[in-house]
């Protein structure tokens, strides 16, 4: 039994080590290691290494710390082994970009082409550097609108972001501390923190405006705007302020959200288990498409939402607010919690 355990174990190694890049490729980049500096040109300079990386399907030349975490659509993986690095073939500028100089971090968001440019995919990203080395990986790339569970939109994501990333000269810039407040109370079950929503709050889902035609066709083709409900998802082990940049009024929050996708007409929606009189309506409709006997549906099943939420705040108010989902099974979690 131990000498077919041995051998089971050999061939596991020789398995991995096949699959992985050659070993002459793993070699870390040097030319950062000696300062501790995090402007936003190095953070902006370090994003687009990895995304250049990412095309050139070479993740070893980056400055990977000695030991780093690394996820892909919430799955651990060493880069060599995650699909991003073998499929995109094309990746510009981030669209959206977020910078926090004090903890090291950032957030990238960008559409990328893996060989058809007529169906391109949403990347995001989360950094976290130390001694300019990186230390943290988190990757979500959504294709078509059942990653996220509603919207999504590749097409819009330049315009749409574009506003955000050249807001007003003359704005009122929140404090870290407004902007940590800001994150926290996004998941939590109570907040002392007040929210004002701005008159332009620019409200996306994975790239896209969010437009709710109703589930008898009877609703708005207007785009939703921003809220801030009281009936909204929580998630007491929420990570806030994952990403704080108070020069461009962004913060990035992820909440874990189980909740329930449902038939939306002749597509699917997930709805958020702690949003009850949602899903009350949904399956009360559901009766009566059953009842009516002429229409096929998904059957309403179980799901988790893993979150990278992004917020803008400046002028003491919310301007803009990006609700980034990936759909996993039931009863999930993170890797990073």
């Not at 929606?269 to 229409?295: H, K, R, S, V, Y």
Request: aromatic share 8%; proline share 5%; net charge negative.
């Amino acid at each position: 039994m131990r000498h077919m355990f041995m051998k089971a174990a050999a061939v596991l190694v020789l398995a991995v080590a096949g699959s992985a890049l050659p070993a002459g490729n793993v070699v870390r980049s040097e030319s950062c290691r000696s300062t501790s500096d995090c402007s936003r040109e190095f953070l902006t300079s370090l994003v687009t290494q990895i995304l250049d990386s990412v095309v050139a399907h070479d993740p070893y030349s980056l400055p990977l710390a000695t030991v780093y975490k690394a996820t892909e659509n919430s799955h651990p993986a060493a880069l060599g082994m995650m699909t991003l690095w073998r499929t995109v073939t094309k990746a510009g500028a981030p669209s959206l970009l977020a910078l926090d100089t004090t903890n090291c971090t950032a957030y990238f968001a960008l559409a990328i082409s893996e060989g058809n440019d007529a169906t391109e995919a949403v990347l995001r990203g989360r950094i976290a550097v130390v001694d300019q080395q990186i230390t943290e990986l988190e990757l979500f790339i959504n294709r078509n609108r059942g990653d996220h569970g509603f919207t999504f939109s590749a097409d819009e994501v330049l315009s749409n972001y574009e506003p955000l990333m050249n807001p007003p000269a003359n704005r009122t810039k929140p404090s870290r501390e407004t902007l940590w407040a800001l994150s926290q109370s996004l998941f939590a079950a109570e907040s002392n923190f007040s929210v004002t929503l701005g008159d332009d709050c620019l409200f996306t889902e994975s790239g896209g405006k969010v437009v709710d035609t109703g589930l008898y066709g009877n609703g708005s083709s207007t785009p939703l705007g921003c809220v801030w409900p009281d009936d909204h998802p929580i998630d007491v082990n929420a990570r806030v302020g994952l990403v704080i940049d108070e020069e461009l009024g962004f913060v990035v929050t992820s909440g874990i959200i189980p909740g329930t996708v449902y038939p939306y007409q002749n597509v699917s929606a997930f709805i958020p288990n702690d949003m009850t009189a949602a899903q009350e309506a949904q399956d009360a409709w559901i009766e009566e498409m059953t009842a009516l006997g002429n229409w096929t549906m998904l059957s309403p099943t179980g799901a988790t939402g893993d979150t990278l939420e992004v917020l803008q705040y400046y002028d003491n108010a919310l301007q803009a607010m990006q609700i980034n989902v990936y759909l996993s099974g039931p009863n999930m979690t993170s890797p990073w919690l």
